[in-house]
């Protein structure tokens, strides 16, 4: 069974048509367009040998920017208390991603809901550099438990579709949002350089509209 959502996850980190259209089938507009994203930045994805020994995890998702083992999980409950050997696998990810200075990840695909299915959590690293270490603060690190033991919370991970548009944003995109900002930045100085002009106006006139009732107070006192 686990292969299945392995081979599912993989489709869409491969940048496949088909696969992407599966996954986000019963996704709003704006959840499809980030989702598809990864057609234009696809991985290459390959199946570790030996699927989560050795801290290699089920998957290996390769591009030239990034690279990142995954743990695929699958359940029809919102939470995973890791133990026995999923304890270990955890650590085994924790120790690759510290001596290589990779991003170890869990995709956490909860069964039975609509909509967005696939979280993403990273597992806590102190080696990551660069673009990675600028992605993994966009990334929910697993919660902890009151004894603060790892452990995986569907809800507190992040969705599959801004997963994918956080790695896969093309330049054209990054331009598009920065001159966004700027417009919109360029718009508020503007908007604040109007009501400051109007309000030194307002200033200089108040004197004028009180000039009558000043003179009506100086011939007042001279009677």
């Known amino acids: 069974m686990g ?18 259209r599966a996954v986000t089938r019963s996704c709003n507009p704006s959840e499809k367009a980030r989702a598809m ?12 040998a030996g699927s989560g020994v050795g801290g290699a995890g089920d998957l290996l998702a390769i591009r030239g ?37 990779l ?5 956490y695909r909860l069964k039975g ?3 967005d299915s696939w979280r993403i959590l990273r597992v806590e690293t102190t080696s990551l550099q660069g673009r990675l270490a600028v992605i993994a603060n966009r990334i929910p690190a697993l919660p902890l438990t009151r004894n603060s033991r790892p452990y995986l919370d569907w809800e507190a991970g992040l969705p599959l579709h801004r997963f994918l548009s956080l790695l896969c944003r093309d330049e054209e995109s990054y ?3 920065a001159t966004s900002l700027r417009a919109r930045n360029n718009a508020w100085l503007e908007r604040e350089e109007r009501s400051r ?19 009506w107070v100086r011939r007042f006192r001279r009677t």
């Open 65 to 101: 920017d990034v690279s990142f083992p995954i743990e695929v999980k699958a359940n029809k409950e919102r939470r995973i208390y890791l133990s026995g050997r999923t304890w270990e696998q955890y650590e085994e990810l924790k120790r690759a991603g510290e001596a290589c200075g």
């Open 113 to 115: 809901v609509r909509g």
């Open 197 to 215: 002009a109007e309000a030194e106006e307002e200033a200089v006139a108040v004197p004028k509209e009180l000039a009558p009732a000043e003179e």
């Open 175 to 177: 331009e598009a949002t």
């Open 37 to 48: 994203q990864v057609i234009r930045r696809p991985f290459l994805v390959v199946r570790a």
């Open 3 to 20: 292969s299945l959502y392995e081979r599912e996850l993989r489709a869409v980190l491969a940048g496949e048509p088909d696969g992407v």
């Open 103 to 107: 991003l170890p990840i869990y995709a």
